[in-house]
């Protein structure tokens, strides 16, 4: 279904009925990305997917998508939907959009879990390389793309999961250049919102993966201990819905039916 919002359409999906869990994708991913697990999630619940902003049938608004500008986008659908409260989930990137939604509308939420996420900012190194990332994409787009989703995977799922590594670059690829400029630039800009995601009301996860390259769990862990945080592990890498999936849905739904 497609949203108009400052006059670029915004596409998302609703399946099931009952209380509402948003479901936000991460970077160089689209709200396809949740298709095997939409079925069990939507027994008995709303299950709402967004494309972000320059992602998935999205388009794009500029050439910064700043997580607040990404989290505006998922409002506006929400209002649309007039839901009043929600359960979210969001990987990678869409986590930092969810917690930027916390910062901007605190009472939407009954619960957030940031899969293969983080509460923290960039590190000036983390920065410095999608710097460079962007200057590559001008002229090395796909190559860039294949190389740097290669590396969202433990090495030895990208064997192990095959179809799935190849059908998630297959959308990884589709990403118009624009939006991973954009969101690039966007994730640089983003502030450490450990504070607004302790604030929220209700059931707080944060699910990591101990191969994952990207988010390092023994960095964020000390920084939720004796909160109201949860922390769940799963054993492989970034990529928990492929590479964990039957144990991230087993995990996500008692994180919804609690």
């Known amino acids: 279904m497609i949203l108009k919002h400052k006059n670029i359409a915004i596409n998302y999906s609703v399946e099931g009925e009952g209380e509402a869990i948003v479901l936000l994708h991460g970077f160089l991913e689209n709200l396809e990305m949740w298709n095997d697990l939409i079925p069990e999630l939507s027994k008995n619940h709303q299950v709402i997917c967004i494309d972000l902003l320059g992602h998935g049938k999205t388009e794009s608004l500029g ?3 700043t997580m607040e500008v990404m989290a505006e986008a998922v409002f506006a659908v929400l209002q649309h ?19 930027a939604l916390a910062d901007q509308q605190p009472q939407l939420f009954e619960g957030l ?6 509460f ?4 000036e190194e983390r920065k410095v390389l999608r710097t460079r990332a962007n200057e590559m994409a001008k002229t090395n787009y796909k190559n860039l793309i294949r ?18 590594f190849d059908a998630a670059l297959k959308l990884a690829l589709k990403t118009p250049l624009q939006g991973y400029i954009a ?16 604030a929220i009301k209700g059931q707080k996860l944060i699910v990591t993966g101990k191969k994952d390259s990207l988010i390092n769990p023994k960095t964020l862990i000390p920084k939720i201990e004796n909160t109201s945080i949860e922390h769940k ?6 990529m928990s819905h492929i590479e964990n999936k039957s144990e991230l849905t087993y995990i996500l739904k008692h994180f919804i039916e609690k």
Do not use: W
Request: charged fraction near 25%; proline fraction near 3%.
């Open 147 to 164: 190389m740097s989703f290669a590396n969202l995977f433990a090495p030895e799922s990208k064997v192990k999961f095959k179809d799935a």
């Open 120 to 123: 923290e900012a960039d590190t």
């Open 233 to 238: 592990e799963v054993s492989e890498g970034h």
């Open 113 to 118: 879990c940031l899969m293969n996420s983080t």
């Open 183 to 198: 969101a690039q630039e966007g994730m640089k800009q983003r502030p450490n919102r450990l504070k607004a995601f302790k």
């Open 63 to 65: 050439y910064v998508h």
């Open 81 to 99: 939907l007039k839901i009043e409260t929600a359960k979210f989930v969001g990987h990678s990137m869409g986590g930092y959009v969810a917690l």
